[in-house]
Nanobody, 125 residues
Framework: QLQFVESGGGLVQPGGSLRLSCVAS????????IGWFRQVPGKEHEGVSC????????YYAEFVKGRFTISRDNAKKTVYLQMNSLKPEDTAVYYC??????????????????WGQGTLVTVSS
């Protein structure tokens, strides 16, 4: 079974940066599309970004385009989310999970795995 551990969250001022990591255990990431999602209390998970496997392509929600960059290192079984120019509205718990092929459905918060513990990102002055 593929499981993920998210890390890298924290408290950052508006305009700051963080890099989130999503490390997989279980088996290889090579063949899977992996998405980053976020959730705030009282709301559903929403898709933030996703990276497909073949070809490797990054997809972004409109509200993070130009600010966030997704990447993957299959050898390390890790997917990263570089977050720049953070805004208070980016405050949320961030999760990673597999998505359908070619990141289909990620933008609607659809993931193939149960949610892990996530990592909390707080953007505040």
């Amino acid at each position: 079974q593929l499981q993920f551990v998210e890390s890298g969250g924290g408290l950052v001022q508006p305009g700051g940066s963080l890099r989130l990591s999503c490390v997989a255990s279980g088996y290889s990431l090579d063949y899977y599309a992996i998405g980053w999602f976020r959730q705030v209390p009282g709301k559903e998970h929403e898709g933030v970004s996703c990276i497909s496997s073949t070809p490797i392509t990054g997809y972004y929600a409109e509200f993070v385009k130009g600010r966030f960059t997704i990447s993957r290192d299959n050898a390390k079984k890790t997917v990263y989310l570089q977050m720049n120019s953070l805004k208070p509205e980016d405050t949320a718990v961030y999760y990673c999970a597999r998505t359908r092929d070619f990141c289909s459905g990620y933008e609607r918060g659809r993931a193939l795995d149960a949610w892990g513990q996530g990592t909390l990102v707080t953007v505040s002055s």
